[in-house]
């Protein structure tokens, strides 16, 4: 698996951006896969993640309503559509793919981390 997120940008407060995750390995479909993401001082945290055949999702509460994830196995790619962007929505957002049976909204259940793509909202 090696995944690489793009999409990101600057934005207005109440704006919509589309983020994609595309992996260039042969296992896409194998896995769970997630989004994170890591504002500025603050620690890396669960955003939203999906199963392998994207029917179970699961999102944080802070962007229940305004984020959907889903993914194209055929197109070995994730997406997250965010919408109503708010200013505490500015962070790096990264994907990373599952492993396990852990958690789905666990950090440790995931990875590679890949490089992320930056989201910025302005208000």
């Known amino acids: 698996v090696q995944l690489q997120a793009s999409g990101g940008g600057l934005v207005q407060d109440g704006g919509s951006l589309t983020l994609s995750c595309t992996d260039s390995?042969?296992?896409?479909?194998?896995?769970?896969m997630g989004w994170f993401r890591q504002a500025p001082g603050k620690e890396r945290e669960f955003v939203a993640s999906?199963?392998?055949?994207?029917?179970?999702?699961y999102y944080a509460d802070s962007v229940k309503g305004r984020f959907t994830i889903s993914r194209d196995n055929a197109q070995n790619t994730m997406y997250l559509r965010m919408n109503a962007l708010k200013s505490e929505d500015t962070a790096v957002y990264y994907c990373?793919?599952?492993?396990?049976?852990?958690?789905?909204?666990?950090?440790?259940?995931?990875?590679?981390w890949g490089q992320g793509t930056l989201v910025t909202v302005s208000s």
């Open positions: 390995g042969r296992t896409f479909s194998d896995n769970g």
């Open positions: 999906i199963g392998r055949n994207g029917r179970m999702t």
């Open positions: 990373a793919a599952k492993y396990g049976y852990g958690s789905y909204i666990d950090l440790n259940s995931f990875k590679p």
